[in-house]
Structures are given as structure tokens and as C-alpha cells.
């Protein structure tokens, strides 16, 4: 069984960075597909970032030119650079893999999860 943790949430004011990082207990295999989740309260779950075994990445429109997702395969880390956050960006953040080198933005494709790291955005 695969477990992810993520860490490097935390609270920041508009306009700031972070970087949230995904560790895995054991090793994924370099050719899955990898994304970040978020959930604000109230909210639906949506796919913010994905990587896929090839490398290609995708963003959710709001999020494109501020955010990029990476892996360092060699480590088993998934990263999700955060830049010029807004308030907007504030949820809890969630990192996924699927056992498919392809990407998709269901959430319910994803088997692996992590147990979230809270982003809270100040204006």
C-alpha cells in the first residue's frame, strides 16, 4: 500500500509563495500520472495539477502561471510550486496518484491520496 505525505502548507498573504511537497512510503513508479487536489468548505474537490508519466503537465484555468507541479523521481517526491497565491487558492491541498500513466481530472480515478496539508490565503 502506497501512503502519501504532503507537507509545506501554512498560512501566507496575497501575493506570497509556497511550495507543497508529496512524499511517497515506497516507490512510485515514475511512469504514473500524479496530480494535487484541493477542497475548499463547501466546495467540491478539483484537480489543480497534474503530471503524467511522460512528463507533460496540465493546470485548472485559475491556477495556470502561477502554479507548477514537479517530481523528482529519484526522491519519490511530488512538489506544487505556489506563486502570487490569492485568497482564492485557500483549501485544503491533496496529493494523488493513479497506477495509468495518463492523467484524468476525476478524483475518483485517483487510488492513492495523501492526508492533506491546509493552505489558508490572507488578502
Known amino acids: 500500500q502506497v501512503q502519501l505525505v504532503e507537507s509545506g502548507g501554512g498560512s501566507v498573504q496575497a501575493g506570497g509563495s509556497l511550495r507543497l511537497s508529496c512524499a511517497a512510503s515506497r516507490y512510485i513508479y515514475s511512469s504514473y500520472c500524479m496530480g494535487w487536489f484541493r477542497q475548499a468548505p463547501g466546495k467540491e474537490r478539483e484537480g489543480v495539477a497534474f503530471i503524467a508519466g511522460d512528463g507533460s503537465t496540465g493546470y485548472v484555468e485559475s491556477v495556470k502561471g502561477r502554479f507548477t507541479i514537479s517530481r523528482d523521481n529519484a526522491k519519490n517526491i511530488l512538489y506544487l510550486q505556489m506563486n502570487s497565491v490569492k485568497p482564492e487558492d485557500s483549501a485544503m491541498y491533496y496529493c494523488?496518484?493513479?497506477?495509468?500513466?495518463?492523467?484524468?481530472?476525476?478524483?475518483?480515478?485517483?487510488?492513492?491520496w495523501g492526508q492533506g496539508t491546509q493552505v489558508t490565503v490572507s488578502s
Open positions: 494523488a496518484g493513479r497506477s495509468n500513466r495518463w492523467c484524468v481530472i476525476q478524483w475518483v480515478d485517483y487510488a492513492y
